[in-house]
């Protein structure tokens, strides 16, 4: 269970494919998202002929005004960044002091991804059953492993954790987040207290318990992070009205700077008192406290 040690709140600024396919717009993003004290600027890697098959990828987009292409592959295709782009985007965070990051969506994204050697690779929740891909970050990668919950049932959660216990990567290696997978998702489905079960079954099994948020506004995150989730995932992008699926769902830049102030005044106040009356208490005490004659 969790034990009220909190450690400081690290806040994932999910940029996705947010930058709508332009190189400039990414690394604006990531100035963004430093700017506002995001700790991990992230994006999204697929290779989209392995990820989909013939029929998904030629089927006209449901969506024409947020696809960049009229089919879905080719709006994917669209999105898509070279590894090579993902080198220099890792390259220009490191330069600003800011972590990158990337979630991946199938092996060969994987080791694309892994070559680069980030610090961590997230799995989607769309994803998190891809053993073969699963395999490829276990036993191929040496970094950290973060891997979401969303639309997963708890007997493929376990499977998932013991999958990475079999070579003894779960408890340091892997970084599990409570999710719900929608966009948005109302606050009465977000089930916060999933971070609870998280770590009465894991706690002890992983390295640490993230919540990945897709509601709307700032309010329920320090909930989350009060519950334990040490890592905050919130998607961000510079404009909600901007053409794409996951913009309405995602922070403007003073949302996400408002909540990491929050979060970051949550940690420094989730404390004991080192004594019984603080220094602060002391003065009015002695003003104020009641007497008897």
């Known amino acids: 269970m969790f034990d009220f040690n909190y450690k400081a709140p690290k806040v994932i ?3 996705g494919c947010n930058h709508m396919g332009e190189f400039e717009i990414a690394l604006e993003l990531i100035r963004m998202a430093k700017e506002a004290g995001a700790d991990v600027a992230k ?11 013939e029929e998904q990828y030629n089927t006209p987009h449901p969506n024409p005004w947020n696809s960049y292409g009229p089919t879905y592959g080719e709006h994917r295709e669209y999105l898509e960044f070279t590894t090579e782009q993902h080198g220099e985007l890792k390259k220009y965070c490191e330069s600003i002091g800011v972590t990158y990051a990337t979630s991946v969506w199938e092996t060969t994204s994987a080791r694309e991804i892994a070559s680069l050697e980030p610090e961590f690779i997230k799995v989607p929740s769309a994803c998190n059953n891809h053993f073969e891909m699963l395999k490829v970050l276990r036993d191929e990668y040496k970094g950290d492993v973060h891997l979401s919950f969303g639309m997963t049932t708890q007997e493929e959660e376990e499977e998932i954790v013991r999958f990475f216990e079999e070579t003894g990567a779960a408890k340091g290696r892997l970084v599990i987040y409570s999710c719900t997978s929608g966009y948005p998702v109302p606050f009465k489905d977000v089930c916060l207290l999933e971070i609870n079960r998280l770590y009465a079954k894991y706690g002890d099994r992983v390295q640490a318990i993230g919540f990945s ?6 309010g329920i995150d320090i909930a989350a992070y009060t519950l334990g989730a040490h890592w905050i995932e919130r998607h961000f992008t510079k404009d909600r009205t901007w053409k794409g ?5 995602s922070l403007e830049q003073p949302g996400l700077q408002k909540l990491i102030r929050n979060l970051h005044q949550a940690h420094e106040s989730l404390q004991f008192k080192n004594q019984e009356i603080l220094a602060i208490e002391q003065v009015q005490r002695d003003k104020l406290k009641y007497r008897t004659r």
């Open 13 to 15: 600024a999910e940029i």
């Open 43 to 53: 994006f999204q890697k697929r290779n989209n002929k392995e990820l989909l098959t």
């Open 213 to 218: 948020g897709h509601h709307l506004g700032i």
């Open 245 to 249: 699926t996951d913009h309405a769902a």
